[in-house]
């Protein structure tokens, strides 16, 4: 049975595609936690992050980052945190979310 993410990557499920190349993909999430929330994936269906094999852990390392630079450079945002979480979907995932300060916030 193939993951919502493999069904993403296959089109069965529509998505705002971000970015792709031969071995990983990049969307916006659905229920962002912030503007332009993005989640990077692996084509290949590996449940955890880590039981990734070597080479596509630092694929997907590289590949998030890139499009972690092309948001900074494409949005109103300070900087992109990048997460591993992990709990819901299980296929190996990378959290991309824009951050802004909250300079004026009083609590
Ligand atoms: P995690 O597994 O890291 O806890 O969270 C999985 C993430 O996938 C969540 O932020 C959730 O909103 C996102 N997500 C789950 N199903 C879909 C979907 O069908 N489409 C999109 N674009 N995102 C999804």
Redesign the pocket.
């Known amino acids: 049975m193939p993951t919502?993410f493999t069904k993403?990557i296959n089109g069965d499920?529509p998505?705002y595609k971000i970015a792709e190349d031969e071995n990983f993909f990049a969307?916006?999430?659905?229920?962002p936690n912030a503007k332009g929330h993005t989640?990077c994936i692996p084509k290949k269906e590996v449940d955890k992050i880590t039981d990734l094999d070597e080479e596509t852990f630092m694929g997907l390392m590289k590949f998030s980052r890139k499009v972690a630079k092309a948001i900074e450079s494409s949005m109103v945002c300070e900087r992109v945190g990048i997460s591993v979480?992990?709990?819901?979907?299980p296929h190996a995932?990378v959290?991309l979310i824009p951050l802004n300060q909250m300079k004026d916030a009083t609590f």
């Open positions: 919502i993403i499920i998505c969307f916006l999430d659905i229920n989640l979480i992990g709990l819901e979907v995932h959290h």
